[in-house]
């Protein structure tokens, strides 16, 4: 919004050409999130704190020692970040664009499907929210309309085409079924990071790791010189998901500073779905959905790990893992919160420069 308000003077005040670029209109979205995060962020827990008197229903099933740290512990302390995310990028970013539109259409509404299961689970005191099957039908619903929305607004051959990590020129065009392989990266995508989310500061990091990374992939797919420099699909616009990007990291940064061990509110679906929807649908406008896979590795791992589990128990009666999602398994083995909360956060570091690799090695 202050793009479009104020750049159009900068003939008259030269002090406005800052709008044009788009690392000052980033910065500027960083600093507003999480501003809005630190003004709203105990405010809302305390509020939170005060309608849900028994905070986040604990699974009987999971780890034992849950029921003892984290029970009363308020959630859909996403909502917190999807203010500060909401805020930062309609004040910073270019509203003409339709690709930040799009993604802001998965990520919220993938953060309403959230906030209806998380206050379903907390109004009546139960583990079990949405049933599964109406929480997917919803994702895909919202996802195959945002999916058909980029396809319009991206040029040919790139709007049903996908790129391959590695290889400069190869773009396999799928046509009609570019929409369905859209709509199983932003789904996948979401219910990945929610699957993450089960320890204090576990998903935050590695979310803010995912978009630092794709924040810096959307600036360079979006700039053609860079693009032909580094020979990856130059999509027109892209880089404006640099500037929500970008509050969406200083978001989390905000959201952390209260769900840092011990966390005094969790995320929950409302966080979770829409943080994974909005990194799976900027990989999809950025032609990066292959490189999604690989920088966020560490949401890849926690869900191979419950299908894993769930088919060898199914077919053999036998667990690989102690618990699933993987984050449980080690609890169960010994391991200390923060122990595993650190090295999952390393884990993701290193895949997120893995896949920034795949921007040079071509």
């Known amino acids: 919004m202050l793009f479009n308000l ?13 709008f044009r670029y788009l690392t000052f209109r980033t910065g500027g979205a960083v600093l507003t999130a999480l501003l809005v ?18 905070g986040q229903p604990i699974r009987d099933d999971g780890p034992e020692s849950h029921i003892l740290t984290k029970q009363g512990t308020p959630t859909m302390g ?20 339709g690709y930040v539109w799009s993604v802001l259409l998965v990520t919220l509404g993938f953060g309403a499907i959230g906030f209806a299961d998380d206050y379903l689970k907390v109004s009546q005191h139960a583990t079990r929210g949405l049933p599964g099957k109406l929480k997917l ?10 999916a058909a929305w980029i396809v319009r607004l991206t040029a040919d051959p790139l709007a049903t085409g996908l790129a391959v990590p590695f290889f400069k020129d190869v773009l396999v065009n799928f046509g009609i079924l570019f929409i ?47 693009a032909d420099y580094l020979q990856i699909h130059f999509v027109q616009g892209a880089g404006e998901l ?17 769900n840092a061990p011990p966390a005094m509110v969790f995320m929950g679906d409302t966080g979770s ?8 649908s900027t990989a999809v406008v950025t032609k990066h959905e292959l490189v999604l896979a690989i920088v966020g590795g ?65």
């Open 78 to 97: 996403g909502f917190l970040i999807l203010l500060g995310l909401g805020i930062g990028t309609l004040l910073w970013a270019d509203l003409r664009n």
């Open 6 to 18: 104020l750049y159009p003077l900068s003939d008259e005040f030269g002090i406005f050409n800052l």
């Open 298 to 362: 560490l949401f890849v791992l926690e869900t191979v790990s419950v299908i894993v589990q769930v088919v060898s128990f199914k077919l053999t009666g036998k667990r690989v893992f102690r618990m699933a999602p993987l984050h449980h398994h080690f609890e169960q083995k010994g391991w200390a919160e923060p122990t595993i909360v650190i090295r999952f956060w390393i884990i993701a570091l290193i895949l997120a420069l893995f896949g920034l690799a795949t921007l040079k090695l071509r």
């Open 242 to 258: 640099t500037v929500f990007l970008g509050a969406l990291i200083g978001a989390g940064l905000g959201f952390l500073w209260f």
């Open 180 to 226: 369905p392989l859209a709509v199983f990266v932003m789904v996948g995508s979401s219910n990945s990071v929610n699957l993450t989310d089960g320890l204090d500061g576990l998903a935050i990091v590695p979310v803010m790791i995912a978009a630092a990374t794709f924040a810096l992939i959307a600036y360079l797919t979006g700039n053609k010189v860079f």
């Open 273 to 280: 779905l829409a943080m994974g929807g909005a990194l799976g």
């Open 137 to 146: 039908v919803l994702e895909i619903i919202i996802a195959v309309a945002a």
């Open 37 to 54: 995060s630190f003004v709203f962020g105990q405010p809302l827990i305390d509020w939170l704190r005060s309608k849900q008197r028994a």
